[in-house]
């Protein structure tokens, strides 16, 4: 059985993903604690195989934009998770982070709004939507 052992910033460095805590809990805790601004979670069950939830929210600035994300993904990497793959931090108007069951975007709010993933991605489809039959027939 794996021994949690917390840092002074009061990260576990367990050697195992910690079993009471989901990567989503963990994600949206680190978030809040961060605070990061208009975070929502997208169950992607039933719609993409790339992840099981999509997380976004939003920095204030580019720095607290890259703020967010470097802690998160130290967090992530701390609880025991694999580490997370990061893009965007070069100018982070909007990074992203792949930490395997969950990706979750960070923008800064302009850019946020111009991509508008949340609506992208909150439609109520499913794969099933578009089989050859439905798309034809229609």
Same mark, same amino acid.
């Given at each position: 059985?794996?021994? %949690? %052992?917390?840092?002074?910033?009061?990260?576990? #460095? #367990?050697?195992?993903?910690? #079993?009471?805590?989901?990567?989503?809990?963990?994600?949206?805790?680190?978030?809040?604690?961060?605070?990061?601004?208009?975070?929502?979670?997208?169950?992607?069950?039933?719609?993409?195989?790339?992840?099981?939830?999509?997380?976004?929210?939003?920095?204030?600035?580019?720095?607290?934009?890259?703020?967010?994300?470097? %802690?998160?993904?130290?967090?992530?990497?701390?609880?025991?998770?694999?580490?997370?793959?990061?893009?965007?931090?070069?100018?982070?108007?909007?990074v992203l982070i792949d930490a395997g069951d969950a990706i979750v975007h960070i923008f800064?709010?302009?850019?946020?709004?111009?991509? %508008?993933?949340?609506?992208?991605?909150?439609?109520?489809?499913?794969?099933?939507?578009?089989?050859?039959?439905?798309?034809?027939?229609?």
């Open positions: 059985m794996p021994t %949690n %052992n917390f840092s002074e910033d009061g990260v576990s #460095s #367990s050697s195992e993903p910690q #079993s009471t805590v989901s990567l989503s809990e963990l994600i949206l805790a680190s978030l809040e604690d961060d605070k990061a601004e208009e975070i929502i979670s997208i169950d992607l069950k039933g719609k993409t195989s790339i992840a099981d939830s999509m997380i976004i929210a939003s920095g204030r600035s580019t720095r607290q934009v890259a703020a967010i994300a470097t %802690n998160l993904a130290t967090k992530i990497k701390h609880a025991g998770y694999a580490p997370p793959k990061i893009e965007g931090m070069e100018k982070a108007d909007w800064r709010p302009e850019v946020r709004s111009f991509y %508008n993933l949340e609506k992208m991605w909150d439609m109520d489809i499913s794969p099933d939507d578009f089989t050859p039959d439905k798309v034809l027939g229609s």
